[in-house]
């Protein structure tokens, strides 16, 4: 099973890379912007989202 991964983009500029992962168990959970707090995603359930800080440009190549 290859996760499936999506491009999350905050308002303040800030890129995240999305993957989801089941759980053994049930978890409750919130992802914040770690630059500017806001809230992402809130999850409650056995699938859960990780998230990885990526860099603006990466994101952002086609804009240049
Ligand atoms: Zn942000």
């Known amino acids: 099973m290859t996760p499936e991964t999506k491009i999350i983009s905050c308002t303040c500029g800030a890129c995240y890379e999305r993957q989801e992962r089941t759980l053994p168990i049930k978890d409750i959970g919130v992802f914040e ?32």
């Open 33 to 64: 912007c770690v630059d500017c707090g806001v809230r992402l995603e809130i999850w409650s359930g056995r699938t859960v989202p990780v998230f990885k800080r990526i860099e603006n440009e990466a994101a952002q190549k086609r804009t240049a």
